[in-house]
């Protein structure tokens, strides 16, 4: 018995309280080694400490008990990686979230009126080459920087300069097989030419019509962008104003900067008519 640490012992090793050790118990995740019967007093060896500590750094991680319990019940060090790595990613989704809300935040709180003063203006036609993608919106990030930088090293081998931005067409097509799918969006990225040059599936060559397009610019990063778009819909709704198709223009991003501070995106709206 000497060896075995009462439960008064045990949280001052553990930092855990008495009543959330006595909770753990009754899930199953920290049992008593021993447990007196004619006092029910409760003892625990110096290995549950350590038991306790992974217990403590996993609640602070926000780890479902259940999880907990299945990572301590689970002898395969391969397992528990995993588990560990499926959390870290969960963990690393929420951080994302919160850097999104606190940057939208920022911006409200910076801004005079309108976070983004409308433009309209005349938009020439275009030629461009391009590339279609679906996909989760998680990884539009990266589907960006490897759409465009695939775009720009076909129109560098057939020798040519790009004559403006790279861009996006947002939106589904009608007849895609995702059209229904609430959690793929569909991404056409361009990027305009002076000429026009032979195309190589999946990269094609298409025009752009002359159109007309509200316009508003964001500098910065991606994670707040959709207020951008949130001030366009606005516009559109006091203006009684209808939009045909919806465009991100790239003027600075990732191929230009490693800074997403210096980020220099237009969002347009392509303005049909009047509701």
């Given amino acids: 018995m000497s060896s075995l640490l009462p439960i008064g012992q045990f949280v001052q090793l553990t930092g855990l309280s008495a009543r959330m050790v006595r909770f753990y118990e009754k899930l199953g995740i920290l049992v008593p080694t021993k447990v007196e019967p004619h006092n029910s007093y409760r003892y625990y060896d ?5 038991q306790a500590e992974k217990i403590r750094l996993l ?5 479902p008990l259940e999880e907990i319990k299945l990572i ?6 391969g397992q528990v990686r995993a588990r560990l790595e499926q959390h870290r990613q969960h963990i690393e989704d929420k951080i994302a979230g919160y850097r999104k809300a606190l940057a ?7 801004s005079q009126g309108t976070l983004y003063p409308v ?3 005349e938009v020439p036609e275009q030629t461009y080459l391009s590339l279609h993608f679906e996909t989760p919106l998680s990884q539009v990030d990266a589907v960006r920087v490897m759409a465009l930088e695939r775009l720009q090293r076909y129109a560098l081998e057939h020798h040519l300069t790009p004559v403006g931005a ?3 067409i947002l939106g589904q097509q009608d007849d895609s097989p995702q059209a229904h799918s609430p959690d793929i969006h569909h991404y ?6 002076g000429q026009i040059i032979p195309a190589s599936p999946p990269i094609a060559v298409k025009h752009l019509p002359s159109r007309t397009v509200a316009s508003v610019v964001h500098i910065g990063p991606y994670e707040p962008l959709h207020l951008a778009f949130r001030e ?5 709704h006091q203006h009684g104003r209808q939009h045909q198709r919806v465009l991100e223009i790239y003027h600075t991003g990732p191929l230009e900067t490693a800074n997403p501070n210096s980020y220099r995106t237009e969002v347009q709206y392509v303005l049909g008519g009047e509701r």
């Avoid at 110096?46 to 350590?50: A, F, G, P, V, W």
């Avoid at 056409?188 to 030419?193: K, R, S, V």
């Fill in 104 to 110: 939208a935040l920022e911006m409200l709180e910076s």
């Fill in 72 to 77: 301590l019940e689970t002898s395969d060090p």
């Fill in 59 to 63: 609640r602070s991680l926000e780890m």
């Fill in 119 to 121: 433009q309209i203006k």
């Fill in 46 to 50: 110096y290995e549950q400490t350590m």
């Fill in 232 to 236: 366009l819909n606005l516009w559109c």
């Fill in 166 to 168: 790279g861009f996006a």
């Fill in 188 to 193: 056409e990225f361009g990027l305009p030419l």
